[in-house]
């Protein structure tokens, strides 16, 4: 009798001990945002968190019996401060998943810790094709630029533009941009006739649009990332290149919800292809847009939004088909091959790539409800993207 009691009392008193432990373990599932919540890319960090923050609040935080802990980094657009971020969230505070990446350079710098770590990745906002090549635990809920500019150089000749000067930000993304609708562009008989590269940071816009019209093309391609577009259109204006018959066009980066309705009439008329509108019509999308703005009264959602909330989806469906149980490379496979209707439209995350397929529309800048929008006038189905489709 004693001895049964001895036995169950030290039996208790391991399970005592054990349990705020592995409590703590099995019943969190920590999510690692890493973003840019201060510097130029500041407004994709307000707009995928606010979006993270909202899928949560619309689908609960437990899942599968986990509870879901979302822990939100500021990266400050910087790539070595977020490679620092990723290794002390894998380590101290030993997150499930890693998600996020502001910049190119900063899902790169990501990447390499989400290899060490065997830690899935997901690429919120990022939109360099190399990104998902960089590691095999990498995948994307935002978009590509040559996902997106493919679809402008087939528009583009066929609706009266047939020479271009390109004008992109001088990194990973821009040059995307440029190579893909250079040679799409081309291939359709247009005419390249420059390309010119802005730098990332501070970028002076003024000396390169003088160029643009020195060589008068039919129109401008430009890519700048979220949050620049203003800079670039307001330049363009003031140095009435608008004047000099010469039209914009360019990825949807450029005519961004975030920014646009502050962009002025000018922006009227303007052609952008892109992944995702505010103003994309159907019933998902009108509830994502009210919540989103009821959940944040001055903000209207933006593809880094979309990216946010698209991800999320992405780990609450991993956590359900592992049924709370996976990490690293369950939770991985369970992401694979995942398919949903996103604000946006069908997507797909491809098995192979992990890189997400999705439609590409063409957009118009008019004027809805007395505000600025990228309507949406025609779509191509379910593209996947043309960087990964070379090899
Ligand atoms: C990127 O750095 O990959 C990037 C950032 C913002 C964009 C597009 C691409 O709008």
Request: no cysteine.
């Amino acid at each position: 009798m004693l001895r049964r009691q001895l036995v169950q009392a030290a039996g208790l008193t391991a399970m005592a001990l054990a349990l705020p432990l592995a409590a703590h373990a099995a019943d969190t599932f920590k999510i690692g945002l890493i973003l840019p919540m201060t510097g130029q890319q500041a407004s994709t960090g307000r707009e995928i968190e606010a979006a993270a923050r909202l899928y949560m609040a619309q689908h609960g935080d437990t899942v599968a019996g986990k509870k879901v802990e979302l822990i939100v980094k500021d990266d400050t657009g910087l790539p070595d401060v977020a490679k620092r971020i990723a290794q002390e969230l894998v380590v101290s505070d030993k997150v499930n998943v890693l998600a996020g990446f502001g910049l190119t350079p900063i899902a790169l710098a990501v990447a390499q810790v989400a290899t060490q770590a065997k830690t899935p990745a997901i690429t919120m906002a990022a939109a360099t094709s190399a990104i998902t090549d960089a590691s095999p635990y990498m995948l994307r809920s935002s978009f590509t630029l040559p996902q997106a500019s493919v679809a402008l150089a087939d528009w583009a000749p066929k609706n009266g533009i047939k020479s271009v000067v390109t004008l992109v930000s001088d990194y990973g993304p821009g040059n995307d941009a440029e190579k893909y609708f250079s040679e799409r562009f081309a291939a359709n008989g247009g005419k390249v006739i420059e390309k010119l590269r802005a730098p990332l940071r501070d970028p002076d816009f003024a000396p390169f649009l003088q160029k643009v019209r020195d060589a008068k093309p039919d129109a401008l391609f430009v890519f700048v990332p979220s949050g620049n577009g203003a800079a670039v259109m307001k330049q363009f204006f003031e140095r009435g290149l608008d004047k000099a018959g010469i039209r914009v066009i360019g990825t949807g980066d450029l005519t961004d919800d975030e920014q646009l309705n502050n962009m002025g009439d000018g922006m009227l008329g303007i052609v952008t292809s892109h992944h995702y509108s505010a103003a994309h019509p159907g019933e998902l999308n009108k509830k994502f847009v009210e919540a989103f703005r009821k959940a944040n009264p001055n903000m209207r959602p933006n593809f880094m939004a979309v990216g946010g909330y698209d991800g999320m989806h992405m780990i609450y469906e991993g956590i359900k088909a592992t049924k709370g149980e996976g990490g690293g490379d369950a939770l991985l496979a369970a992401m694979k091959g995942l398919k949903f209707d996103s604000p946006r439209g069908p997507v797909e995350i491809d098995k192979e790539t992990r890189d997400i397929t999705q439609d590409i529309y063409l957009r118009k800048v008019e004027k809805k409800d007395g505000q600025l929008y990228n309507i949406e006038f025609d779509v191509i189905k379910q593209v996947k993207d043309p960087g990964k489709a070379k090899k």
